[in-house]
């Protein structure tokens, strides 16, 4: 495929030349399943408490290897702390896919934070971006807060956002093309102010907007996110670069996708640091998965380091959590993937609430 160039009062967008990249696909082919439903696009994160794990990661040294997770761009800030060698992002919905190649492409535009927030927006970057690399997240989002989306430049990035997904080798539908714009579209006409929302339903009061996704901070009082500083955005940047953040579409409790990221991990030689689960648990007990779910955690390789990083939503379980924090609907909580396994082994488990209550790790 050959470069995408787009101006705006001189501001120009471009992507270097590249082949299309079969081994990227053929990967995703190779460790994906047939996808499934849930009911929701889930486009960002309702887990406002999402970063209150980063203080004790840190503290453990979880770092390195290969990072596994669900969902969308929550990931991102999980990744460019533990900086790991490869990243997997599963889940159901052959959607989240789609989502995630609309994040690669943006990456493959953007040469900066704020050029990244832009794009995604449709909000034209400022003009001397190269010097906004130092600027705080709140930095950043003050100036989107303050720049009214751009029909026109939403307009021919959403072009090269599709010219680019369409080279990366998967082979993608007309409907999925439509996909990828619909998303798109969605983040530039809500900007910072988009919110979680499932099928038919608005969206909680207590669910926070992309704004407050971005300005949260981990229990030690840092901004956590992976937008927060420069360097953290170049490091995920080479990851998609060099085709190293790899969607996936596989059910947790499924009996392929999740165990051949393990085979594929071990052929690297690596072990997985960090599998961030969401409270995709919770639905997995319900349906009666989870033994699977378990098993399938079980061959993966890890070590004592190696952690899951699941949410609690209390409110719709009726019983708090005592790691809750104080204006928090969510709560963040850490185990070691050793513990679960050891657990699982010895029928601990009755139900969710003593899978998120048993040897979760004291974050503060």
Same mark, same amino acid.
């Given at each position: 495929?050959?470069? =995408?160039?787009?101006h705006?009062?001189? /501001?120009c #967008?471009r992507t270097?030349d590249?082949?299309?990249d079969?081994a ?11 996808g499934?439903y849930?009911?929701? *696009?889930?486009?960002i994160?309702?887990?406002t408490?999402? &970063?209150?794990?980063?203080?004790k ?5 979880v ?7 669900v ?5 991102f ?11 997997f992002?599963?889940d159901?919905?052959?959607d989240? #896919?789609l989502?995630?190649?609309?994040f ?12 990244y ?9 400022p003009?001397?971006?190269r010097?906004?690399n130092d600027? !705080?997240?709140?930095e950043?989002?003050d100036?989107?807060d303050?720049?009214?989306a751009d029909?026109?430049?939403a307009?021919?990035t ?5 010219e /680019?997904?369409?080279?990366f080798?998967l082979? #993608?539908?007309?409907a999925d093309?439509?996909?990828i714009?619909?998303f ?8 910072l102010?988009l ?9 909680r009061?207590?669910?926070?907007t992309y704004?407050?996704?971005? #300005? ?6 840092r901004?956590?996110s @992976?937008?927060?500083?420069?360097? *953290? +955005?170049q490091f ?5 670069q060099?085709?190293?953040v790899v969607?996936?579409?596989?059910d ?5 996708? /999740?165990?051949a990221?393990?085979?594929y991990?071990?052929?690297?030689g690596? $072990?997985?640091s960090?599998?961030? !689960?969401?409270n995709v648990?919770?639905y997995?007990?319900r349906?009666e998965? +989870?033994?699977? +779910? ?6 993966l390789p @890890?070590?004592e380091?190696?952690?899951?990083i $699941?949410?609690?939503?209390g409110g ?8 809750s924090?104080?204006?928090?609907f969510?709560t963040?909580l /850490?185990q070691t993937i050793a513990s &679960? =396994?050891?657990?699982h082994?010895s029928n601990? @488990?009755?139900?969710y609430?003593e899978?998120?209550?048993?040897h ?5």
């Amino acid at each position: 495929m050959g470069a =995408v160039v787009t101006h705006r009062d001189g /501001l120009c #967008l471009r992507t270097t030349d590249r082949a299309t990249d079969s081994a990227f696909a053929q990967l995703i082919e190779r460790l994906s399943e047939p996808g499934g439903y849930f009911d929701t *696009d889930n486009l960002i994160s309702n887990e406002t408490s999402y &970063l209150h794990v980063m203080g004790k990661m840190r503290d453990m040294d979880v770092s390195g290897g290969a990072y596994i997770g669900v969902g969308p761009d929550q990931n991102f800030s999980y990744i460019t702390q533990v900086r790991p060698a490869i990243a997997f992002i599963i889940d159901i919905r052959r959607d989240n #896919l789609l989502q995630h190649l609309l994040f690669k492409s943006l990456f493959a535009l953007a040469e900066s934070r704020v050029e990244y927030l832009g794009l995604l927006l449709g909000r034209p970057p400022p003009d001397d971006a190269r010097a906004w690399n130092d600027r !705080t997240i709140q930095e950043l989002v003050d100036y989107i807060d303050a720049t009214p989306a751009d029909g026109e430049f939403a307009a021919r990035t959403q072009q090269a956002v599709e010219e /680019l997904a369409a080279g990366f080798g998967l082979s #993608l539908s007309p409907a999925d093309i439509a996909t990828i714009r619909r998303f798109h579209s969605t983040f530039i006409g809500n900007g910072l102010s988009l919110r979680f929302t499932s099928f038919n339903r608005s969206p909680r009061p207590y669910y926070p907007t992309y704004r407050q996704l971005l #300005l949260e901070r981990d229990l030690t009082g840092r901004h956590a996110s @992976y937008l927060a500083r420069e360097q *953290d +955005f170049q490091f995920l940047k080479s990851l998609q670069q060099r085709n190293l953040v790899v969607p996936v579409v596989g059910d947790l409790a499924g009996d392929h996708a /999740l165990m051949a990221i393990g085979r594929y991990i071990a052929e690297r030689g690596e $072990r997985v640091s960090a599998f961030y !689960t969401s409270n995709v648990e919770f639905y997995l007990m319900r349906q009666e998965k +989870f033994d699977r +779910f378990a098993g399938n955690i079980t061959e993966l390789p @890890y070590d004592e380091r190696s952690v899951i990083i $699941r949410s609690y939503f209390g409110g719709r379980f009726r019983f708090s959590h005592p790691q809750s924090v104080s204006g928090y609907f969510s709560t963040q909580l /850490l185990q070691t993937i050793a513990s &679960l =396994v050891e657990e699982h082994a010895s029928n601990e @488990y009755r139900s969710y609430f003593e899978l998120v209550t048993k040897h979760s790790l004291e974050l503060r």
